[in-house]
């Protein structure tokens, strides 16, 4: 017989009924004295005596605990526990817990509900969130044994903190038997009886007693408004644990999504805009071309301006998508969502057990970057970039081939040039004006910094491909016909664009032209630097005549530039207009000269970009458009995950020492399987990876508590600029606070775990999975080799003596030469490498949902076994509470509106055993 409870809306926590979550009405409730950013009311539970109605088999319970708003009169399914086998005085290891946002207050009832589990495959059942439905499906596979309700306040005035309440049938009548509501204080310690309490080897007792250690703040609460901005909708779970030496250890697991799945994605295509915007205006200015260049510039132009269209459009939808800050899986192929980041969440443990200090560790888990809209049909980024470039390299008829390396170069003179051009023409403005103010330090200053600039500005041509690229344009110009054969000692490397023969159309060919003349680029750039030596000489002369005059009894000059009138100055010429006139013409010269540097360079480097572009249209714009949106999810990941490090670490010196020296590790584990179209995702992930070099970070002070992180740069580089509250900031670094870059070193290692791996070890392929972990191990070798050389001896020897990271290298180097199927352990090493190495850890799989859920469930057991004594016969039942109750399945309820991991029977035969979630908690959802 199924009993069934009265009609609940379901349960989740994001899901509170829209009246209850902004109730006006809520402000004449008494609220519950809260810390920021801690939840406000914890409890766990316990029951005693329960009394099953029939006798047929042993009791296996678990709670359901649903709350009732002041003003409403149903309830809300709000969580679970675990269910507890075989026992009538079950102690729970699941609590409850309220995250700081949820509206409750003393006045709030909470609502414990008794089942007894009779099938546990069916427990569940709570498929669909209708939080304003009130006739819940029959309660299949399990039956109500009694409920008890309480105050929120009778708990908090209660005399030990602690409730006992008679649980009653459901016609208020018959009692039972008890369930005991404990309050807890995260950090504060619990005595109690758990005798009974059930292990993952049954009958094994534990004696615990929590004793009390001060909480170590771990969370940086003058940093707190960077993280809020950043972190929002956050789920919460409470769990407590026995420990080896039968201590109960607390575990608070708190899963949140950021506003930066769509800030940095927003910030990213304005960039992208800005930069193409400015390509094509630099392309539509390369002046005119032979007909066969202008049509192919015409031909480049249209589909240019198209993409800018299509970013603007998606811009444009994005800004529609205010406040957002979570792309569920199901929403990952919508076009104009393809820049977000999937399923993008920190997903948090934070760790109070006896004796130790309280840990944190965080894992930020996202879909893998890849795009899916555009599909895997023909793979993905590694190996399309790859197949481009090839074809590139060997059809060079229509255009002249230059290398990645080469067009990249290009880009980076044409940006250097535009920063560097107005830059030079505000120092010489400067210099102007203290001429005119007569002042020689300021003068010596201005032209100090004048000099600097235009110095770097020279070097930016000092390259062999400026030179090819200005003959090859000469050639492209109307009349420009090429009459010599490429010679290759001149090469740059590109290929002709002619008609020539194949065995002309050589990687190291460059244009020739007899008319050419190769002497008047160097006369051109020659002179930006003799104008600016004619400078330097009339300021020396300047400041030298100046200092004889005064020596001679002239008029005054006090260090500041202020002038003392003279009798002298009375009768010759005013000296201020002296120094600013014999000045200001050098100053003209040395900006018509730039000026005509900037205009030729422009050109030719644009005529590079030209070639980049004109080879197989559109498809070569429809990489570009791949690897950005790629690119875009895996950064916003990266930003949310460098700023949770930069938040809870900022109060270790040596993380901070160690980010300015050396830089951070950032550690991805994927779990793609090398089969069908997860080849194409783990091909663009591992691009999207790698293309994080290219972002640096700079922390800077926030002038507002909201502000979000700035992005500046190009497709080449990057910078983030992290804000941080003034009192946060000043206690930086100096590096730090000079606004020194802080680089990271992104790693990917990829094991697939599922049924298509299996079909993948056996009938396909692995050689992906096996490149990219050797590739990446090497550079997890580097990156320990700079970690060693940089950090501060005295600190490297305590590390070493904590740490056999040389150790744990080996045996991840073993593991990836082992070529064994399935072998977790290369991910479980990575990890472990990464926490010890402090850096950012990751964790994806397509969706970040089911296998992302059972990793980081199992790595945060793994840990509490590792690092906090979890009692290992706890383990399992541990893990088992984490999939069945946790964030997690909060994580699947939020993405395809079913508690139910999409996994079935046949696929989870082919998963690694502790993988594996418990029964009742997955099976066939429409994902
Ligand atoms: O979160 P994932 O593990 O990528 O979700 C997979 C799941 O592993 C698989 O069993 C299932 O058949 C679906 O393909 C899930 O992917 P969705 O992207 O459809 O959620």
């Not at 306040?153 to 008679?166: M, N, R, T």
């Not at 071309?289 to 249209?302: A, Q």
């Not at 007569?438 to 010596?444: A, G």
């Not at 049924?755 to 191990?777: C, H, K, M, P, Y």
Request: include cysteine.
């Amino acid at each position: 017989m199924e009993i069934k409870d009265e009609g609940t809306s379901e349960e989740g926590q994001h899901f509170l009924p829209a009246a209850q979550a902004i109730d006006p009405e809520d402000t004449q409730f008494t609220s519950i004295q809260k810390i920021p950013n801690e939840p406000q009311l914890e409890f766990i539970l316990a029951c005693k005596d329960l009394v099953a109605p029939v006798c047929d088999r042993k009791l296996n319970t678990a709670v359901q605990i649903s709350v009732i708003h002041p003003v409403e009169q149903t309830p809300t399914r709000y969580s679970s526990t675990e269910i507890v086998e075989g026992t009538k005085d079950p102690l729970f290891l699941t609590g409850v817990t309220f995250p700081s946002e949820y509206p409750i207050y003393e006045e709030t009832r909470i609502k414990l509900t008794v089942y007894d589990v009779k099938d546990k495959s069916h427990d569940t059942i709570r498929t669909s969130v209708l939080p304003e439905h009130k006739d819940s499906p029959p309660e299949v596979g399990r039956r109500f044994l009694g409920s008890a309700s309480f105050q929120v306040g009778e708990l908090l005035k209660s005399k030990e903190q602690l409730l006992s309440l008679s649980l009653r049938t459901s016609d208020g009548g018959k009692v039972v038997g008890t369930i005991e509501v404990s309050l807890v204080k995260m950090g504060e310690i619990e005595d109690g009886d758990t005798d009974h309490i059930t292990t993952d080897v049954q009958g094994q007792k534990c004696a615990v007693a929590y004793e009390c250690t001060a909480p170590d703040s771990v969370s940086g609460k003058d940093n707190l408004p960077l993280l809020n901005a950043v972190l929002k909708n956050p789920v919460c779970k409470l769990y407590r644990f026995p420990t080896s030496d039968n201590k109960w250890m607390q575990i608070r697991e708190q899963m949140s999504e950021s506003t930066l799945s769509f800030h940095i994605p927003k910030e990213l295509i304005s960039l992208h805009i800005k930069e193409d915007l400015c390509r094509n205006q630099e392309l539509k200015e390369l002046g005119d071309l032979s007909p066969h260049w202008d049509n192919l510039r015409k031909n480049v132009l249209t589909h240019c301006d198209q993409m800018v269209t299509m970013y603007q459009e998606i811009l444009t939808e994005l800004s529609k998508e205010t406040g957002s800050s979570f792309k569920s899986s199901s929403s990952k192929g919508e076009k104009t969502l393809e820049f977000v980041p999937i399923n993008l969440h920190l997903q948090r443990m934070q760790v109070h057990s006896p004796h130790l200090k309280d840990a944190l560790y965080d894992v930020i888990t996202v879909g893998a970057p890849a795009a899916h809209f555009q599909g895997f049909k023909n793979g993905g980024l590694r190996k399309l970039l790859h197949r481009f470039e090839t074809e590139r390299r060997n059809t060079g008829y229509q255009f002249i081939y230059y290398s990645p390396e080469n067009t990249a170069k290009a880009k980076e003179v044409l940006s250097n040039i535009n920063q560097l051009q107005p830059l030079i023409a505000t120092h010489a403005d400067l210099l102007l004006s203290s001429a005119s103010q007569h002042s020689p330090d300021s003068l010596k200053s201005s032209l100090k910094l004048l000099s600097e600039k235009t110095e770097l500005f020279v070097h930016a041509f000092k390259d062999q491909l400026v030179r090819s690229a200005l003959l090859a344009l000469y050639t492209a110009r109307p009349g420009g016909i090429l009459k010599k054969p490429p010679s290759p000692k001149d090469s740059a490397e590109e290929t002709s664009p002619q008609d020539e023969p194949p065995q002309l159309r050589r990687q190291d060919s460059i244009p020739h032209h007899s008319d050419y003349d190769e002497e008047e680029w160097d006369r051109v750039w020659a002179n930006v630097g003799k104008s600016l030596n004619c400078i330097i000489a009339t300021v020396d002369k300047l400041i030298e005549s100046d200092s004889h005059h005064k020596e001679a009894g002239g008029g005054g000059t006090s260090k500041d530039g202020d002038t003392e009138p003279s009798l002298e100055e009375s009768i010759t010429p005013h000296p201020k207009e002296d120094w600013y006139e014999q000045l200001h013409p050098l100053i003209l010269t040395l900006k018509e000269c730039m000026g005509e540097v900037v205009s030729r360079a422009k050109q030719c480097l644009t005529f590079v970009l030209l070639q980049e572009l004109a080879y197989s249209l559109p498809q070569c714009l429809m990489l570009t458009l791949r690897r950005d949106i790629v690119f875009s999810q895996a950064l916003a990941g990266l930003v949310c995950g460098f700023i949770i490090k930069l938040h809870t670490s900022l109060h270790d010196p040596y993380f901070l020492q160690q980010l300015h020296t050396v830089g951070l590790i950032v550690q991805y584990e994927g779990l793609l399987s090398t089969y069908s179209d997860e080849i194409g995702m783990l091909e663009d992930m591992a691009v999207g990876i790698s293309d994080l070099r290219k972002v640096a970070f700079k922390i800077t002070e926030a002038k507002s508590s909201d502000d979000l992180p700035v992005l500046t740069g190009r497709r080449e580089h990057y910078v983030v600029e992290v804000k941080l509250p003034a009192t946060v900031f000043e206690s930086l670094p100096l590096q730090i606070k000079e606004g020194q870059l802080l680089h990271v070193y992104p790693v990917l290692f990829n094991v697939g775990i599922n049924e298509q791996q299996t079909l993948a070890e056996r009938f396909g392929d692995v050689s992906l999975q096996e490149s990219i972990n050797q590739e990446n191990f090497e550079l997890v070798q580097e990156y320990y080799s700079i970690f060693m050389e940089k950090m501060p001896p005295d600190y490297i020897s305590h590390f070493q003596e904590q740490n056999d990271l040389k150790g744990l290298l080996d045996n991840l180097h073993q593991n990836i030469q082992a070529k064994k199927r399935k072998n977790v352990e290369i991910m479980w090493l990575a990890a472990t490498i990464c926490r010890k190495l402090n850096g950012i850890r990751f964790t994806c799989c397509k969706s970040a949902k089911d296998r992302t859920s059972m990793s980081v469930t199992l790595e945060q057991c793994s840990i509490l076994r590792d690092e906090h004594q979890l009692h290992k016969d706890f383990f399992i039942r541990a893990l088992d509470c984490m999939r069945r109750e946790g964030c997690r399945i909060e994580n699947v309820l939020k993405n395809i509106k079913c508690r139910r991991y999409a996994f079935n029977m046949l696929q989870l035969m082919a998963f690694p055993k502790c993988y594996r979630p418990p029964e009742g908690t997955y099976g066939k959802a429409d994902t």
